[in-house]
């Protein structure tokens, strides 16, 4: 199919340059955050998800084709780890989403036994950790600790 033809990293980089640029609606950006992980867990991609899904590669392929360029390289190195997540930004984060609410329940049971060393901190569980971060940094989440 061709939506899971694009690697996560990829529908990421198209919602953030699309939030960047003011490309599309905030539903088509949401739509490009929420392929990225249907595609990286093989999961069920809605209706809506699907022909939304194809009008923005649509748009992408005739007026930004420079952002599937390096979608072959992007697919090979996989997700990275990004170096600011540690234990202190997970608890703080734990902190702001209790007011907020944004994470669903298993996301902040995941980010919750992470802080509190029931899972390992593990390379893999870093990279989960770090989706769930950028989640949250899309409904206004700021870490104090990189000021």
Known sequence: MRLRSIPPPVWHKIEEWAKVNNEFTIQMRNVAFDL????????????????????????????????????????????????????ELIKEFIIWDKKNKKLKGFEFRFMSDLAEGIKPFSDHNKRIAGMNLTKAKKYGFKSGLSV
């Open 36 to 87: 990225a992980a249907r595609v990286r867990n093989n999961a069920l991609i809605s209706n809506y998800e699907r022909t939304t899904g194809l009008k923005i590669l649509d748009a992408i392929i005739e007026k930004y084709p420079d952002l599937l360029i390096d979608s072959d390289n992007i697919a090979q190195t996989g997700a990275k780890i990004d170096p600011e997540i540690s234990i």
